[in-house]
């Protein structure tokens, strides 16, 4: 069950729960639940990901992982590497982030973009958005998607 902190009742049913637990020597867990992003997130980091790696000739997997991830936000989605007869390195997948490490790691992205020549909408910008999503549909070259 889900319950919220800011809910009074959500409160109570937590701690009415939590106590069953203890009284009946349960297993359970408590972790926190953090906010999903928004399909339009989503859809919006693709895009850009997509019209940068058209810009510069890069697929979309290649600006994904080789820059977005490891390039610009290695803090953000590493998480170490496993030893063993060889060394794996292990990058967080960006279904794992929050909205607000999201929309962090998306900033940092714009602003590397815009340092090599190549600007990227913000998610307000409705009509720049249009234009790129237009582009992308008309792209001969779909290796890019």
Known sequence: MIFSAE????????????????RNKKRFELKEKKNKRSISQN??????LTWFGVEFGYTLSEVKQEI???EVNSDIFYNG???????????????DLDTGELTLAIDRFRD??????????EPTDLV???????????????QFI
Not at 7 to 22: N, P, S
Not at 81 to 95: L, P
């Open 7 to 22: 809910i009074e009742l959500d409160v109570a049913r937590a701690r009415e729960r939590f106590e069953w637990f203890l």
């Open 43 to 48: 859809s919006y980091l693709h895009l850009i």
């Open 68 to 70: 977005f991830k490891k």
């Open 81 to 95: 590497a496993k030893e063993g007869i060889v060394t794996i390195e292990q990058w967080r997948s960006t279904a």
């Open 112 to 121: 590397f973009s815009s340092q090599h020549g190549c600007y990227l909408p």
């Open 128 to 142: 720049m958005i249009q234009q790129l999503e237009n582009e992308l549909s008309k792209h001969s070259n779909k």
